[in-house]
Structure formats: structure tokens, C-alpha cells
């Protein structure tokens, strides 16, 4: 049953909580865990959460999974323009508005990963410059920025155990440039989290701080 204190705008104003990591780091389960554990504690959010993620399931992110499923070599700068062009479609048609709308936004995978996926540092665009094009289109910064710390080894391990079928990026060599690429690039406000502990606590610790934002509004 919905009483009317129920519907209607919990949040004074839109929060967007961004979660980055390495394949295998476990963000995903993770993020599932901190929208049950923050309806747990506040239901009457309900209505406010919102679970994105990158790639997105439209129409160019669709795409980017087949590429990276089929191993597709494409060139850099192909990754890097789909990415960018799934991350407007998001922008534009997700997150700029459901913020507006006052909704709590837990979005997996932000233009970090692009920066740290795509950036090189023996040839141009580094990680810095890709983050850099980011803030200069206008995508929206985090209010909050999670990111989910785990030894590559240790992700690959995981990746390796829970697949059939690994895709374009699972290597460890490529898993360690992303993590340093990760290291470079994430603001000093960006807040770390420790994969290797549990995951249920984890999400509990999120939970905390995002409704310590929500109070503080
Ligand atoms: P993701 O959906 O997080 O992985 P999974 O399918 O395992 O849940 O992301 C898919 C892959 O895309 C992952 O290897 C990271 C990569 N990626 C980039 O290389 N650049 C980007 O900008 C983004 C958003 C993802």
C-alpha cells in the first residue's frame, strides 16, 4: 500500500552515485546489495532509486556488448567514440533528467572507466586526456564516487571462475593497465573501497554514506 508520504520526492535534490572498478571487482552484486540495504533503512526511497549502468541497454550499448563479446579488434578511437556516444545517449536521456526529477541515481560504470579503459600512455589520449574531453562535453560529475578496490590478479581469478567465455578486455596485463589508469585518474574526493572484504558490509558502509548525503541536503 502507498500512502501519500510515500509517493512524491524524497531527496530535495538529485544524487548521483557512480561506482568504478576492474572487471571481476564485483560492482554490480554490490550495487543490488546497496539498493536492498538503503530500502531496508529508508523504504519510502522506494521510488527514488534508480540503477543505470555502462554500456547502457540502448541502442549503441547494445552494440558494444556484441563487439566486446564477438572479441572485435577494433581501433582505439572506434572503443572510444562508442563509448562517449552511449554515455551522451545516457547523459541526455537518463541521467540529466531523472537528477532534475530528484531521483537517487546508482550508476554502474562512468567516463572513469572510459579514461582508464581506453587510455593509453605510450600514445595519445592518456587516461588524463579522456577525462579531461569528459568534463569539457559537460557530463555531469558524481556526487558521490565509489570505487571498488581489488588486486588485478585476484579480479581475473574471480572473472575466470565464474565464465565460460571470457571477453575483449579480460587479461591480467590489460586488467593492470586499467588499475593503474584507475589510480591516475580518480579525484581526491573519490571514495575506496576494499573489494576483498565482504560484500554485504561493503554495501552496508555505502548505504551509510549515501544517506548521510541524503540527510545533509
Ligand atoms: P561491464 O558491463 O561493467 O562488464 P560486465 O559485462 O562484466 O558486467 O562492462 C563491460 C566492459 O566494457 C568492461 O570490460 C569494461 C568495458 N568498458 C570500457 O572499456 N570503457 C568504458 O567506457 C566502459 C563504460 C566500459
Same mark, same amino acid.
Given at each position: 500500500m502507498e500512502g501519500p508520504e510515500q =509517493?512524491?520526492?524524497?531527496?530535495?535534490e538529485g544524487l548521483f552515485c557512480v561506482f568504478e572498478g576492474i572487471d571481476g571487482s564485483g560492482k554490480t552484486t554490490l550495487i543490488q546489495k546497496v539498493r536492498e540495504e538503503l530500502l531496508n533503512q529508508m523504504p519510502e526511497l522506494s521510488d527514488s532509486i534508480l540503477l543505470l549502468r555502462?554500456?547502457? =541497454?540502448g541502442k549503441t550499448g547494445q552494440k558494444i556488448r556484441a563487439f566486446l563479446q564477438a572479441g572485435n579488434n577494433l581501433q582505439r578511437s572506434e572503443w572510444i567514440d562508442l563509448f562517449m556516444l552511449d554515455r551522451e545517449e545516457n547523459v541526455n536521456s537518463s541521467i540529466k533528467p531523472e537528477l532534475k526529477n530528484k531521483k537517487l541515481i546508482l550508476q554502474d560504470r562512468y567516463f572513469y572507466s572510459t579514461a582508464a579503459y581506453q587510455g593509453d600512455e605510450t600514445e595519445p589520449p592518456g587516461a588524463q586526456e579522456i577525462l579531461e574531453e569528459s568534463l569539457k562535453r559537460g557530463f555531469p560529475e558524481p556526487s558521490l564516487l565509489f570505487f571498488l578496490d581489488i588486486p588485478p590478479e585476484v579480479a581475473l581469478e574471480r572473472i575466470t571462475k565464474s565464465r565460460e567465455q571470457m571477453e575483449s578486455f579480460e587479461t591480467l596485463a590489460q586488467q593492470e593497465k586499467f588499475y593503474k589508469n584507475f589510480l591516475r585518474i580518480l579525484p581526491e574526493e573519490c571514495i575506496f573501497l576494499d573489494?576483498?572484504?565482504?560484500s554485504d558490509e561493503i554495501a552496508f558502509e555505502i548505504s551509510k554514506i549515501i544517506l548521510g548525503a541524503i540527510e545533509d541536503q
Open positions: =509517493s512524491g520526492n524524497v531527496l530535495k555502462e554500456p547502457t =541497454s573489494a576483498m572484504e565482504n
